[in-house]
């Protein structure tokens, strides 16, 4: 028999301990990514708490800060957008959750594809935050890290990728002092101011070594740099409160007394056809609503499942003609039906005592809701969730309905259907037109009892503040909301109530403007200016060419083969 010589076995008994070693060492470092990942998505998901209903609004000031820390930490700039595309993945699924009974894994993967439009704003973190910071990259980041984030809220808006939901600015909606920003620059400068007060928080814990070193390796002592953390943190908390009190609201030239009829849940369907019909006659004694005489009666989305332009129908528009006769007032009712030789719309149709006078088609359609984009590769979701079985068709675009008041004057409104009050382009389209007041119509029964009619109820306040005009929304099941030109809460009937609300409200004169109103998109624009530079700057560093600083003074490791000697 050959025997085995002693140094042979040891040389493999060395040789497998490495192997062990080495595995270890592979695997730790792969669980740990594993683990800030999911880290990632949970820090995602914490900001969704800053949306009603949970309405822990104070939180989207700092409540950043640990996923921002997470990227910071980062090894690599292209570690730092993955997590930062976790991090995105991990806040629409929240902010998406109450979907997934219609779209079922189109929830995950609406997550997981829009995620990546967070990886600029990740690495751009990763480049311009890790320590030891200098003073230009601190600067830099207290620009180029919220316009990031603004440039993915900003893309997502964009109806061909599904619309602007959960934009961090609207978890202000409460606070009038701080949506006074939207008047200056829309939802889009909210969202900056957020997330630049979140970047300061970021700044002081890099200059504070006891509390920082322990969170970001490499902190240190730098007074200068922890002044810089908290002015820019103090200019991004006081710069809404000034917005307000520079900016004073337009003066009201005239008041209306609107009514939002909100029948509720209603389990037998035949009652539930006519249910708003019903309670809209049922409350009205002596051409009042519950004693008061309306301007204007807003039904809901959907709120009738007939044609009223078709000759069938005649004898139900009869019925709107009367009920608009007894109470005084137009009727803004909605339709959901399917038009003879053009398809499934949905209308909102403006109903006075001689007839209609105007006609809205939903222009902005749901996803997935109401219709699947890419259809030919995603149409397989209907058969595993309740996503739309066809797409509807989409009107022309927003404009004005007229309709009259109880002096006879003529009322100019911009009416818009339920998801369309995510798009800021629409409510300013409608003020340029010179409509007084925004009106949307909403139902969201299949929603019932989630988080997500709250969080489009809130929708309101900022558009009102965006444009100067009051917005009211009737809702078929809640939430019915008013909010003055200010965004102030004005009226609200939550989920579990119905009924009729009346609300009376001043009007700006027709040709008012705010500033965002006059400049439009201005904000993500320079956004996006700010971020194509700073892109072209790192790719220039990145690459040496001329310009770029090296050695000590630039803060750059000198490489040599086979390892790198930092300064």
Known sequence: MRREHPVSRRATRTADNRNVGLHSALVKPVRWIRSVRFLMLLCGALLVLTFPDANLEFLAWFGLVPGLVLIVRSPTAREGGVRAWWLGAGYLIAALYWMAPEIGPGVLLVAAVFGVLWVPFGVAAQKLLRPPLSWPRALAALVVVPSGWLLTEWLRSWQALGGPWAVLGVSQWQHPAILALAAVGGVWLISFVLVLCNVAVVL????????????LPGASWRWGLAA??????????????????????????????????????????SLAAHASQTLTAELSRGATLGGVRPDLIVWGESSIGVDLTEPKYAATLRQFEALSVADGADLLVNQDTTVPGKGHEKWSVLVSPTGIKGIYVKTRLVPFGEYIPFRQELGWLTKISKAASSNMIPGPGAHLLYATDRQGRPLPIGVLICFESAFPDMSRVDTDLGAQLIVYQSATPTFQGTWGPDQHASLGAVRAAETGRPVVQAALTGDSVAYDARGRLLAWMGQDEHGVVTVRLGLPAASARTIYDR????VPWAALAVVVAAALVMFANSHGLPGRRTGADGGHEAEYIGQSVPR
């Open 228 to 269: 810089l953390g908290v002015a820019a943190g103090l200019a991004s908390v006081f710069a809404g409160p000034l917005a307000f009190a520079l900016t004073p609201p337009s003066p009201a030239v005239r008041q209306v007394t609107i009514a939002l009829v909100q029948p509720g849940v209603i389990s037998n369907a």
């Open 204 to 215: 002081l814990l890099t200059s504070l070594p006891r509390v920082g070193a322990a969170v």
């Open 519 to 522: 400049l439009g998109d201005y």
